[in-house]
């Protein structure tokens, strides 16, 4: 056993949460350490893991990341055991999901931080900084698709406020964070570490991890610590430390359903795609559910590569089948639909402690009637603006592979047995910050990562003050 002490702050986890908590602490001159799995992502397994155990199927939006990045997800899989109604995706990675992150993101309204319990001036401030941080560019160029698709929406009165280019982050990367970081002499960098306990002691935290590669065990003490592991390891990591097993604690994730549209004024027009673009225009809602706006839509060009693969949904000969898709996928646009998330008592998750010693968390995601009509009635109306905009919706799916996930330790006024307070300050300790989306009451159908980036770094300038 080994042991590190002398740290004011340490952060658990290299994600966008972890790298932006650990910032401004790094710039305030406090000894600061990023405890963190840290597995490289370039590094393949010799056998490929059929990843059975993670509820995978050869269909999966998810099945090819996994894939490609097999070392990492089957280490990550192997060590942070899930047991899941859904697909939910998480990664030990050094830099974490981020790595895989392409970078579009947006804004929260301020009635969208207020309702999951965020300061509202303090994120919108954190906003402006942490876009100068990763180099947040305004929007991407327009291809041919979104140029048709923006100009329709200046036609239609009721869609001018709803469609719009997102900005972009496309060359961020936390690893690349982390290797900024490495730079300043009281930062330290611990990687192949899987954290499993925290205790907060009168006058310091410990935290106990193993080593990946090696099984040793190491304890790290600090002055404060900061839990930015992704909403369901930092609830793992509790629910661990305080010895609440099977105890139902709050999970969110979003309803997400995705659109194959056709494009009828590019059919057979030539498009070049040795330029890649991603997801340049949103449509969001007018309409506002729960003080989260009702719906979050991103319109992708359809990727050619994807052709091959679904020739077998096509009930025609294959030669038949791929000459129709040659000629239809250049003028495809994919919309990508993602409905907003409230804590139900359906949806939670808990940790249960297995016969063989190990731990699994257990993720349950079940949707009432209620919901699931609410979810149609609000995909009719999408429909119809899809087709305001000259798309024509040719198939719906559902899909819920996700990497968008909040809760387990809530934002409450009043302690509860798992929660944080205003400042982001777990109720049952004095010394330990949550700094990532664990922390939300609600998840926004927009993509969260630019709000957990901002998050993290308001919580580092709190616990700096704290500090010093």
């Keep these: 056993m080994n042991s590190n002490k002398g740290f004011d702050v340490v952060v658990v ?3 966008p949460a972890g790298v932006n908590a650990a910032y401004p602490l790094v710039k305030a001159g406090l000894r600061v ?28 939006n998810a099945y090819e990341l996994i894939r490609d990045n097999s070392y990492v997800f089957n280490k990550t899989y192997e060590l942070l055991k899930i047991k899941s109604e859904i697909e939910v995706i998480q990664s030990l990675a050094k830099g974490g999901l981020s790595e895989y992150w392409h970078g ?13 319990g965020l300061p509202v001036k303090e994120i919108q401030k954190e906003y402006q900084e942490v876009s100068k941080q990763i180099k947040l560019k305004p929007s991407l160029p327009l291809d041919i698709h979104s140029k048709l698709i923006l100009k329709a929406s200046e036609s239609k009165i009721n869609l001018q ?8 982050a496309a060359d961020y990367c936390s ?22 306990k925290v205790k907060d002691k009168e006058k310091f935290v410990e935290i106990y991890s193993i080593s990946i590669s090696k099984q040793l065990e190491l304890i790290t003490q600090t002055s404060f610590l900061i839990l930015a592991a992704g909403s369901i390891n930092t609830t793992r990591i509790l629910l661990r430390s305080f010895n609440l097993f099977g105890y139902k604690t709050t999970f969110l994730t979003k309803a997400h359903y995705v659109t194959a549209c056709l494009q009828p004024r590019t059919l057979l027009k030539k498009i070049n795609y040795k330029q890649v673009i991603i997801g340049q225009l949103a449509m969001s809602s007018n309409e506002i559910d729960q003080g989260l706006d009702a719906f979050f839509i991103q319109l992708f060009r359809f990727n050619p590569l994807a052709v091959t693969k679904a020739l077998k949904y096509i009930p025609l000969p294959k030669l038949i089948a791929l000459a129709l898709l040659s000629i239809m996928a250049p003028s495809l646009v994919v919309a990508d639909i993602r409905l907003p998330a409230f804590e139900t008592r359906d949806k939670f998750c ?16 079940r949707e009432t009637g209620t919901e699931l009509e609410n979810h149609q009635v609000k995909l009719k109306k999408i429909m119809q603006q899809l087709r ?22 809530p934002f409450q006024d009043k302690a509860g047995k798992l929660s944080v307070d205003a400042n982001s300050k777990l109720h049952q300790a004095k010394r ?29 300038k709190v616990v700096a003050r704290k500090v010093n």
């Design 13 to 15: 986890g290299s994600g």
């Design 33 to 60: 350490v990023i405890i963190d799995g840290g597995l490289d992502s370039k590094k393949k397994d010799k056998q490929l893991n059929d990843f059975s155990d993670i509820n995978l199927s050869e269909t999966s």
């Design 104 to 116: 579009i993101c947006d804004f929260f309204s301020p009635a969208e931080l207020d309702r999951i």
């Design 161 to 168: 406020s709803t469609v719009y280019r997102l900005p972009s």
């Design 175 to 196: 690893s690349s964070s982390i290797d900024s970081l490495k730079k300043f002499k009281n930062f330290t960098y611990i990687p192949n570490q899987l954290v499993y």
């Design 350 to 365: 808990r940790l249960k402690r297995e016969s063989n010693g190990q731990d699994t968390l257990e993720i349950v995601f």
């Design 388 to 409: 305001e905009l000259g798309l024509l919706p040719l198939k719906t799916g559902s899909d819920y592979v996700t990497a968008h996930y909040a809760g387990g330790a």
């Design 432 to 460: 330990i910050y949550v700094a990532d989306s664990s922390a939300w009451r609600a998840l926004p159908a927009k993509s969260p990562t630019l709000t957990i980036m901002a998050h993290a770094s308001w919580v580092g």
